[in-house]
C-alpha cells in the first residue's frame, strides 16, 4: 500500500444519530452536491470518485460564508427523493480534490499490480483512467484559480518517499506528501470563501488531517498487507501500533487547536466532522483506550459504559448466520438485498469496474448506513456501518472561535 485514503469513502463516516437531524441534512447536501457536482462538469462517470472525507472541502468553504444551495430532483440513492444539495466553488473545488485522490488511487494500484491490475490489458484502462481524471481535475482546479498541480506534485513524489523509507525511520517522513496535498486544498477554501486570513489555520488543519487519513488507513491495511507481502508504512519503518496511536490522536487534536484560529459564520458541521468524527474514526481504527464513554453513546459492541476494542478491518471472523439484525425487520449482513457484495474471510479484492458497480449497488440500498458491517466494494475489508443506538451528537456547540465547544470532553 502506497497512498493514503485508498478507501474510496475516507476515514469520516458520521452515524446520522451523532449528527442530529440538523447537521446531517446538511452533511447529505454536501455529499449530493459534491457527486452533482462531479456529473455536471465531468460526466456520469466522474460520480464514482465521490468519497465522504473530499465532501470536508465543500463543508468548509460554506463554513466560512453562507449557505448555497438548490434544488436537485430525484436521485435513486436518495430513494427517489429531491434535496437540497450544496452548490458552488466549494463543491467544485471537493470534486477537483476527489478526482486527483481517485487518480492517484488508480495509479497506486497500477504500479502495484493489486487484484485485476495484474493484467496488462487493465493496467493500460487504469492509466487511461487515472490521466483522464487528473486531466478533469486539472480543469475545474484551473477555473477555480487552483492549481491542482500542487497536488499531483505531492502524490507522485509518494513513490520515491517510499523507496526511500528504511526500518526505524519515520513514518511521518512517508506521510509528508499527503500532509502537504491536504493541506493546500483545505487552505484553499479560505481563498474561495473570502478569508484569506484563515489560510494558515486551515492548512495545519488540511496537514494533519492528511497524516491521520494516511496513518489510519495503514492501521486498518496492516493484516491484509503482512499476508500478501504489500509495502505498507508502519510494517516498513517499524512503527508500532502503539506509536501509530499516539500520532493519531496528537494530530486529531492539532486540528481541533487549529480550527480555534478559524473565524466561521456557521462551524457546526465542519466542527462535527473534523473534531468528533475524526476522533471516532480513530476508536474505529484502533478500538477503545479502554477509558469511559459518554451515558449517551450505547453503540453496538458497548457493555458498561465503555466499548471493546474492535478487531481491525479484514481480521474478523466470518458472520454468524442470521435472519436480521439487532433492530429487526431489516436483513442481516448477507441476506436479502444484502447479499452481495457478499462478506468473505479473508476480504476478497475486486477489480475497478466490478468495484464501482458494487459502489452503486452498495449506496442504492443503503449499505453504507444500515448494514452492519459491510464489505469495501474494492477491498473487500470489513467497515462498520452506521446503524448504531448512541444518542444525538447534535450537541449544540457553534464550533470555531468563540463559540467554544462544551462536549469534546464527553466523546459523543
Not at 469513502?9 to 459534491?34: K, Q, T, V, Y
Not at 478526482?99 to 493484467?119: E, I, M, P, Q, T
Not at 486540528?255 to 462535527?272: K, P, Q, S, Y
Not at 442481516?332 to 449497488?361: D, E, F, I, M, N
Request: proline share 5%; net charge positive.
Amino acid at each position: 500500500m502506497s497512498l493514503s485514503l485508498r478507501t474510496m469513502f475516507g476515514i469520516i463516516r458520521p452515524c446520522r444519530n451523532r449528527l442530529g437531524a440538523d447537521l446531517r441534512e446538511s452533511w447529505l447536501a454536501h455529499l449530493c452536491g459534491l457527486c452533482l457536482a462531479l456529473r455536471d462538469d465531468h460526466g456520469h462517470l466522474a460520480r464514482v470518485v465521490t468519497n465522504y472525507d473530499g465532501l470536508v472541502v465543500s463543508a468548509l468553504v460554506e463554513a466560512q460564508t453562507t449557505r448555497s444551495r438548490r434544488v436537485a430532483g430525484p436521485c435513486a440513492l436518495r430513494g427517489m427523493r429531491s434535496a437540497d444539495v450544496a452548490v458552488g466553488a466549494g463543491a467544485r473545488l471537493a470534486a477537483a480534490v476527489s478526482l486527483v485522490l481517485a487518480s492517484a488511487k488508480v495509479g497506486d494500484h497500477v504500479a502495484d499490480r493489486d487484484g485485476a491490475f495484474r493484467r496488462a490489458p487493465v493496467r493500460g484502462l487504469g492509466r487511461q483512467v487515472a490521466r483522464r481524471w487528473a486531466a478533469q481535475a486539472e480543469s475545474t482546479g484551473a477555473d477555480l484559480g487552483f492549481d491542482t498541480g500542487v497536488l499531483v506534485a505531492a502524490v507522485r513524489r509518494q513513490p520515491a518517499v517510499e523507496a526511500a523509507a528504511g526500518r526505524g525511520g519515520s513514518v511521518l517522513a512517508v506521510t509528508e506528501p499527503t500532509e502537504t496535498a491536504a493541506g493546500e486544498a483545505v487552505a484553499r477554501t479560505a481563498v474561495l470563501a473570502g478569508r484569506p486570513a484563515n489560510a494558515v489555520a486551515l492548512r495545519e488543519v488540511g496537514r494533519l488531517f492528511g497524516r491521520l487519513a494516511h496513518l489510519i488507513d495503514a492501521v486498518e491495511d496492516l493484516a491484509e498487507d503482512r499476508a500478501s507481502g504489500s509495502w505498507n508504512p508502519l510494517e516498513a519503518t517499524g512503527t508500532s501500533r502503539a506509536e501509530a496511536r499516539r500520532l493519531c490522536e496528537d494530530a486529531a487534536l492539532g486540528i481541533e487547536l487549529a480550527l480555534e484560529d478559524v473565524e466561521f459564520t456557521d462551524g457546526r458541521l465542519v466542527h462535527a466532522l473534523l473534531v468528533h468524527e475524526v476522533r471516532e474514526s480513530i476508536r474505529r481504527a484502533f478500538g477503545s483506550p479502554g477509558g469511559p464513554e459518554a451515558a449517551q453513546c450505547r453503540a453496538h459492541g458497548v457493555e458498561g459504559g465503555a466499548r471493546r476494542s474492535a478487531p481491525a478491518a479484514g481480521d474478523r471472523p466470518p458472520p454468524r448466520p442470521t435472519a436480521g439484525n439487532r433492530k429487526g425487520g431489516q436483513p442481516g449482513p448477507g441476506s436479502g438485498l444484502w447479499s452481495w457484495p457478499a462478506l468473505v474471510h479473508p476480504p476478497r479484492s475486486r477489480g475497478v469496474l466490478l468495484g464501482c458497480l458494487a459502489v452503486l449497488y452498495q449506496c442504492g440500498t443503503c449499505q453504507y448506513c444500515c448494514r452492519d458491517p459491510f464489505p469495501g466494494p474494492w477491498s473487500g475489508k470489513w467497515r462498520d456501518g452506521c446503524d448504531c443506538d448512541c444518542g444525538s451528537g447534535d450537541c449544540g456547540c457553534s464550533g470555531g472561535r468563540g463559540g467554544g465547544c462544551d462536549c469534546c470532553g464527553c466523546d459523543c
